[in-house]
């Protein structure tokens, strides 16, 4: 039933029985171990850390958390001499007094309390750190040091060197720091209650129906009193909706907030009038109830989407710094025409240029989907976002990075498609309607009563237009989406706005990318087709597919295991584009792609070839390996769901993903990123509403024009493209599950409206008549929004808990 | 009952009061943040001093 937290559980219970578990980062120690005080580090990274930490006294760390380290055994160390560039460092310093300076860093890294404690720490392992604070929500780590007794890169090396490397991006170089907090709706909402308590306690003789002191020295003194602590909230905490109305006014759009401002109008100025020619007590309370409850839903709907960040671009994914032929590191937008490069294994190109040389193994699938690296001659082109793999490679810049094919790319209008509004379209639609009834309602009411008792007409009119005022109506959508948004969350589906929920519940047409998406990104099932492999044979291909850094080689080695050290290799030789030749106990090797007239190079699967003397022996073959639960997930969308395959790989599997979408005319192989982009255009122009599931930068266009984008992606830590949708690899199996919540939950707003309206035309009732008493609009209006909230949160639950969903969080 | 008048006054003042110590703790920076502290507050102290300097 609870797919996520199994997961989670049995990794726990992995942990804890196997013996040898470093004991910093809780990951299995494999053949790089490294024992230090009686105990078992994965590497020697951290066991460095595990040092550092426990000679500053800091053991602590080790007991707050279950697995409190990062894993260091994949990390290379970077060189950081470029961030000694003043110019550089002014772009990431928030703060700069004298040689205090202050600075924000974001550590994806941080993941428990263990992280927090050993952050927060940080002035005892270097003297020149005055404070550091975390930020666990959003991952970020703010410094306080001295400049003269720690440099910045030196405080970013240390950080690096514990494990937490900050994730400094090309985009926080180029654009002004913004305050990361929204403090004014947490002042409007504090002063918004502030009078609406008050204002409550002064209009209780009104309420109790005092009516011996209505018309003395107290009534008045009470008006005035809620007068003055109206102003406030009309003045400062209200100001945000007149702002959206007025904007939506002007583009000939009218939303929600429209009739609300016409409502906080109608009240105030109805209110002041009869406060100042003492005619009776207003609506002040009304007004400052309404104002509150407003922004409760508001800041209710923010908080919901603090934790994860959904623009992103090629910044995010770009590295900050370049390596210059003669070693230094520049960061990357000081780059110009006419730079010499070096690229290292596994690392971008960072902008358009030309190879001089190096043998040049480069992966695309950054660009353009396709996963298999292309072999590239020096003197050759190589364009930005390819990524190296193999040996150093130097290469003569043309363009600047912000010139570069894929930047303009970036650039292009079609992957900037129109920015789909953060606010609800529900809302939007219906708060039209809404504004119209209201409108020709309380013009109505005011002609009629213009004609029949002309001294009760503008009283009927503001009446009409005070208690249509949708307050509940307003607080449908934040609140049944925000409870969805939540449980949405916690079951590894983290949406960026409540439209997103409203957009899923229409779509139509699901579209899948391959690689990655519908198979794991990082494991394939590896099987042997040919003659059989002695132990030996396999122990030598383990230990030379053991020297290359070519992926293929990697997971081979990894597949086949540790060899013995008594396998010892010789002559080894790799051959960019063809493979690996070496000799291993007088026996001659080739490893890859050597085909012979005889047995051709297989084009239509991933395989390894193996050669002994000149023979071929057979091949490992490399199959993507299908996410667990994909035919159940796919199997359980709707049959209304019309489902494509979109794949920028070469055809493979034809039979089981034809199976998989329905008919072989749903599978489109071969798509580059642009066809990926035009198909979904093309599914749009036939009226379809598209759901899209990708998961690489190549998606990224098609992503942002589908209705709803989703990124899968096996960490959250990850940078992924700009999307509607986060979608943690784990939770995959649940999609079926949450379109069909997002469904509910829409049909539920409906609902909830209806039972808005049903208070309302109860007030209105009173207001066309001309007798609304303030005290009916001080019950109606709290209780219309308290039923609102109450409704939202029971359905949100019920629905959830009916499709399976986590509920409650007990992770934190 | 005129002194009511002064009483209520008073109150209100004691409410703005409360208010401005609102927005101090605003300013401060207390509710950037609201479960980091959370986590912080289950943490000792460090007893242990450096075994090597």
Redesign the interface.
């Known amino acids: 039933m609870e797919p996520v937290k199994s997961v989670a559980l049995s990794d726990e219970t992995l942990v804890t029985k196997q013996p040898d578990a470093c004991y910093h980062c809780g990951e299995l120690c494999g053949h790089d171990a490294v024992v230090a005080d009686d105990r078992d580090f994965c590497c020697q990274g951290c066991s460095t850390v595990y040092q550092i930490i426990?000679?500053?006294?800091?053991?602590?760390f080790y007991t707050?958390a279950e697995k409190p380290g990062f894993s260091l055994s994949n990390s290379s160390k970077l060189d950081y001499s470029w961030l000694d560039d003043p110019e550089t460092q002014e772009q990431l310093i928030t703060f700069r007094q004298g040689s205090t300076v202050r600075v924000l860093f974001e550590l994806p890294q941080i993941h428990c309390?263990s992280c927090?404690?050993l952050l927060?720490?940080l002035y005892?392992l270097n003297d020149g750190i005055q404070q550091s604070?975390?930020?666990?929500?959003?991952r970020e780590l703010s410094v306080v040091f001295q400049e003269d007794q720690i440099t910045f890169r030196e405080l970013v090396e240390l950080l690096d060197h514990i494990g937490y490397r900050p994730a400094i991006r090309l985009a926080d170089l180029d654009k002004e720091h913004t305050p990361?907090?929204n403090?004014r709706l947490?002042?409007q909402l504090?002063?918004a209650g502030?009078a609406f308590?008050?204002i409550m306690l002064?209009s209780f003789p009104e309420y109790l129906g005092l009516n011996s002191i209505r018309e003395s020295?107290?009534s008045r003194?009470f008006g005035y009193?809620n007068l003055a602590l109206a102003m406030p909230v009309f003045l400062f905490s209200a100001t945000d909706y007149f702002r959206s109305a007025l904007a939506g006014i002007r583009v000939r759009e009218i939303n929600m907030d429209v009739p609300i401002s016409l409502g906080i109008l109608a009240l105030f100025i109805r209110s002041t009038v009869e406060v100042l020619t003492y005619t009776g007590p207003g609506y002040f309370d009304s007004m400052a109830g309404l104002v509150f409850f407003l922004l409760i839903g508001k800041w209710f709907q923010q908080k919901s989407f603090d934790r994860l960040s959904f623009e992103r671009d090629y910044k995010s994914y770009f590295p900050v710094s370049a390596t210059l032929e003669d070693g230094t590191t520049r960061s990357l937008n000081q780059l110009i025409p006419g730079d010499r490069i070096l690229v290292r294994n596994q690392e971008l190109i960072p902008a358009d240029g030309v190879l001089l040389e190096g043998a040049a193994m480069i992966d695309y699938s950054f660009v353009s989907g396709e996963s298999a690296p292309v072999a590239i001659q020096p003197g050759s082109k190589v364009f930005a976002g390819g990524r190296q793999t193999g040996g150093r490679l130097l290469i003569h810049l043309s363009h600047t990075v912000k010139q570069s094919y894929l930047t303009q790319l970036w650039n292009e209008q079609s992957f900037h498609s129109d920015e789909k509004g953060r606010a609800s379209k529900i809302a939007r639609v219906m708060g039209g309607h809404f504004t119209w009834i209201v409108l020709s309602l309380a013009l109505g009411t005011l002609a009629y009563w213009l004609a029949v008792d002309s001294g009760k007409a503008i009283h009927a009119f503001s009446s009409v237009l005070i208690i249509a005022c949708p307050c509940a109506l307003a607080l449908a959508v934040p609140f049944i989406m925000g409870n969805g948004v939540r449980i949405l969350g916690r079951n590894g589906a983290y949406v960026r706005g409540p439209q997103v929920i409203e957009s899923l519940a229409t779509t139509d047409v699901l579209v899948l990318d391959k690689t990655g998406t519908i198979t794991y990104a990082d494991q394939s099932d590896i099987q042997w087709e040919g003659d059989t492999l002695t132990e030996e044979e396999k122990w030598a291909v383990s230990a030379i597919c053991r020297q290359s850094i070519h992926p293929l080689s990697q997971s081979l080695s990894a597949f086949l295991g540790v060899p013995p050290r008594s396998v010892q290799v010789t002559a080894f030789e790799e051959i960019p584009g063809q493979g690996l030749k070496a000799s291993v106990n007088g026996k001659a090797y080739a490893i890859g792609r050597f085909g012979t007239p005889d047995t051709p190079p297989k084009r239509d699967v991933t395989a390894v070839e193996i050669h002994i003397h000149n023979g071929y022996v057979g091949s490992y073959i490399f199959q993507p390996r299908y996410r667990q639960g994909l035919q159940t997930a796919l199997a359980a969308m709707p049959a209304s769901m019309t489902m494509h395959l979109v794949s920028g790989d070469r055809p493979v599997d034809h039979e089981f993903l034809a199976n998989l979408v329905g008919s072989p005319d749903q599978l489109h192989f071969q798509q580059l990123p642009a066809d990926k982009l035009e198909f979904v255009k093309q599914q749009q122009l036939e009226n379809h509403h598209v759901l899209m599931i990708g998961d690489g930068l190549n998606d990224a266009g098609a992503l942002r024009q589908s209705n709803v984008g989703v990124v899968i992606t096996e960490s959250l830590n990850n940078f992924t493209p700009a999307s509607d949708m986060i979608l943690s690899a784990q939770s995959f199996i649940l999609l079926p599950a949450i379109r069909k919540l997002s469904k509910r939950l829409v049909s539920h707003v409906y609902l909830a409206y209806g039972l808005a309206l049903l208070y309302n035309v109860v007030g209105l009732s009173f207001a066309i008549r001309g007798d609304l008493s303030p005290i009916i609009a001080a019950v109606l209006m709290p209780l219309s929004s308290l039923s609102i909230v109450i409704y939202a949160w029971i359905v949100s639950h019920f629905e959830s808990k009916r499709l399976g969903l986590i509920i409650h969080d007990h992770d934190? | 009952m005129e002194i009511l008048i002064l009483l209520i006054a008073l109150s209100l003042l004691i409410a703005l009061g409360f208010l401005g110590a609102f927005i101090w703790a605003t300013r401060s920076g207390q509710y950037d943040d609201d479960q980091t502290p959370a986590i912080r507050m289950l943490h000792d102290n460090p007893t242990k001093k450096a075994k090597t300097e």
């Open positions: 426990t000679q500053n006294g800091l053991d602590d707050l309390a927090v404690w927060e720490k005892r604070r975390v930020n666990f929500n959003r990361a907090v403090r947490i002042y504090g002063v502030f308590g008050n002064f020295l107290f003194y009193l934190q």
